[in-house]
């Protein structure tokens, strides 16, 4: 059974930065895939990033591309999700999420079994 803890979301004005961490406990965090979720409110979950278990393959949505980054530290057991150019557009909960099995489509939430509670991250334009 693995615990996900993320924290770093906060209020931040349009344009500012954040960084996201998930701290991981309670299996080996190197054999899994992490990714990050956010669920905007009034909306559904959607898959914003995920980072392959040695960290060689990151994957992110269109929206996020070229301004948020996906990393980890394996001995730390840690991912963090460092998103600079924010937009009110990213407003919403952040979740993190771990996935112990082979998927093809690790932008599906299906593909993970383990979720973090979420961090809020508000954007004031």
């Known amino acids: 059974q693995v615990q996900l803890v993320e924290s770093g979301g906060g209020l931040v004005q349009a344009g500012g930065s954040l960084r996201l961490s998930c701290a991981a406990s309670?299996?080996?965090?190197?054999?899994?895939?992490m990714g990050w979720f956010r669920q905007p409110p009034g909306k559904e979950r959607e898959f914003v990033a995920y980072i392959s278990w040695i960290g060689s393959t990151t994957y992110y949505t269109d929206s996020v591309k070229g301004r948020f980054t996906i990393s980890r530290d394996n001995a730390k057991n840690t991912v963090h999700l460092q998103m600079n150019s924010l937009k009110s557009e990213d407003t919403a909960v952040y979740h993190c999420a771990a996935g112990g099995s082979y998927s093809a489509s690790w932008y599906l939430s299906s593909a993970y079994e383990y979720w973090g509670r979420g961090t809020q991250v508000t954007v004031s334009s």
């Open positions: 309670g299996g080996t965090f190197r054999r899994y895939t």
